[in-house]
């Protein structure tokens, strides 16, 4: 269950670290209460947010920025050796998706990988998921690209890769549909990303994304 009290939307405004901790701290409790077998994400890239979750007793952090908008992120990764999902974005959530560019993006997004993953290794993190960052300072072209190559991330950097598409824009602005009609659009590149080598489904829809895993794996399954 990934749980986030800051919004990472185009155009958003982060809110202040306080709230953040005010807002994700009792429904953490609540979660571990009820669910002691729950294994919890926090959505965050603020150092104070993630230490105070893990010590609260959450397994996962997931960095929208991979460590860059909080340079003491990485330190608090390494102390509680947890699982850090690190995911690739070009400018902050503010500005991400103006005039997003890059000489060409899969080798551009390989490239900044292979630097966290240096960066990783000389502090000891050991346990992260990439994340290329569907929507994140992208073009829809930007993640049809990534999507169709996403095997490579886990061929190069031998890694568990994540893919969030859920009812983005990439499904919106292709099929003219608003994000609540995109359930069967987000299911269509569920499949696709299943199939060119995702291991972890960010989604909103549990039941279609259960299924469509549960699909592909039967037809892996296939000799």
């Known amino acids: 269950?990934?749980?986030?009290?800051?919004?990472?939307?185009?155009?958003?405004?982060?809110?202040?670290?306080?709230?953040?901790?005010?807002?994700?701290?009792?429904?953490?409790?609540?979660?571990?209460?009820?669910?002691?077998?729950?294994?919890?994400?926090?959505?965050?890239?603020?150092?104070?947010?993630?230490?105070?979750?893990l010590n609260e007793g959450v397994h996962i952090i997931n960095d929208i920025s991979a460590g860059d908008d909080d340079p003491e992120m990485l330190g608090v990764i390494a102390q509680h050796k947890?699982?850090?999902?690190?995911?690739?974005?070009?400018?902050?959530?503010?500005?991400?998706?103006?005039?997003?560019?890059?000489?060409?993006?899969?080798s551009d997004v390989h490239a900044y990988f292979s630097e966290k993953a240096d960066q990783f290794s000389k502090l000891g993190i050991t346990e992260y998921?990439?994340?290329p960052g569907f929507g994140f300072g992208k073009t829809v072209?930007?993640?049809?690209?990534?999507?169709?190559?996403?095997?490579?991330?886990?061929?190069?950097?031998?890694?568990?890769?994540?893919?969030?598409?859920?009812r983005k824009s990439m499904i919106n602005r292709v099929l003219g549909v608003k994000p609540?009609?995109?359930?069967?659009?987000?299911?269509?590149?569920?499949?696709?990303?299943l199939m060119n080598g995702a291991h972890i489904l960010r989604v909103h829809d549990v039941k279609e994304a259960v299924e469509a895993v549960k699909l592909v794996s039967a037809l892996n399954g296939v000799v």
């Open 180 to 193: 609540s009609e995109a359930l069967n659009g987000t299911t269509v590149l569920n499949t696709v990303a």
């Open 1 to 53: 269950i990934d749980i986030g009290a800051n919004s990472s939307r185009p155009g958003s405004e982060p809110v202040r670290v306080e709230r953040e901790l005010e807002l994700l701290t009792p429904v953490v409790r609540a979660i571990r209460e009820k669910h002691e077998d729950a294994v919890l994400s926090i959505d965050t890239f603020r150092h104070r947010v993630a230490d105070e979750m």
């Open 129 to 131: 998921v990439i994340d």
């Open 141 to 166: 072209e930007h993640n049809y690209q990534l999507l169709k190559y996403l095997q490579s991330f886990s061929d190069v950097f031998q890694r568990p890769v994540l893919a969030g598409i859920s």
């Open 82 to 106: 947890a699982t850090y999902i690190a995911m690739h974005k070009q400018g902050s959530t503010r500005d991400m998706q103006r005039s997003p560019e890059y000489d060409d993006v899969l």
